[in-house]
């Protein structure tokens, strides 16, 4: 069971936009903590996509953003494209200042 | 460009210890900014952060409260790389295990800008 909760798929077709949210509590994204999102595509490593709750690594296509409020936060896909397909997690820290991450979202690209 | 390239037996008996290697180009395991993690990911428990190492005037590890009792995470600085050894495994340790640099540390928490390219290690007889 993760300490952040994501829901376990998303859809949408090409060129539409799709969100997909992380909720957590107030032990880590609602203590304040910086959320992180990640893309993992089949048979790799994890890859870094956003960091500091909205702000993307060099490289990295401005159709990804992210948000946070509260104990929540989101990321947001715009212009959906085949390649997106893959699982997305998000990630915070919690009061014993070890890295948690949400269970993982499987992005389907119609 | 930051590397890390993970080494490692993929099979381990139950009881016995789990080693992997984590070799680091393009930057320090003596950094004093970066912190070198292990992450371990399995379909029962996801992504599960095991530990860190890192160096600030002398050298501290932390550890995830899970595996506490059995982890070492250890630097070793003339080859530039850093290990984990997870002793006493079972079945329930099989996972892909990673090696993952955060830039540094802050109050607000970090990110984990560099992954290895993982390691399947599966706990059996």
């Known amino acids: 069971q993760s300490v952040l909760t994501q829901p376990p798929s998303v859809s949408g077709a090409p060129g539409q936009r799709v969100t997909i949210s992380c909720t957590g509590s107030s032990s880590n994204i609602g203590a304040g903590y910086n959320v992180h999102w990640y893309q993992q595509l089949p048979g790799t490593a994890p890859k870094l996509l956003i960091y500091g709750n909205n702000n993307r690594p060099s490289g990295v296509p401005d159709r990804f953003s992210a948000s946070k409020s509260g104990t929540s936060a989101s990321l947001a896909i715009t212009g959906l494209q085949a390649e997106d397909e893959a699982d997305y997690y998000c990630?915070?820290?919690?009061?014993?200042?070890?890295?948690?991450f949400g269970g993982g979202t499987k992005l389907t690209v119609l | 460009q930051v590397q890390l390239q993970q080494s490692g037996p993929g099979l381990v008996k139950p009881s016995q210890t789990l080693s992997l290697t984590c070799a680091i180009s393009?930057?320090?395991?003596?950094?004093?900014?970066?912190?070198w993690n292990w992450i371990r990911q399995s379909p029962s428990r996801g992504l599960e952060w095991l530990g860190r190492?890192?160096?600030?005037?002398?050298?501290?590890?932390d550890y995830a409260g899970s595996v506490k009792s059995r982890i070492t995470i250890n630097p070793d600085t003339s080859k530039n790389q850093f290990s984990l050894q997870l002793n006493s495994v079972t079945p329930e340790d099989t996972a892909v295990y990673y090696c993952?640099?955060?830039?540094?540390?802050?109050?607000?928490?970090?990110?984990?800008?560099?992954w290895g390219q993982g390691t399947l290690v599966t706990v059996s007889s």
């Open positions: 993952a640099r955060a830039p540094r540390i802050q109050a607000a928490g970090t990110e984990f800008d560099y």
């Open positions: 990630q915070s820290y919690d009061g014993s200042l070890s890295g948690v």
């Open positions: 190492t890192y160096y600030r005037s002398k050298w501290f590890n």
């Open positions: 393009g930057d320090s395991v003596s950094s004093n900014s970066a912190t």
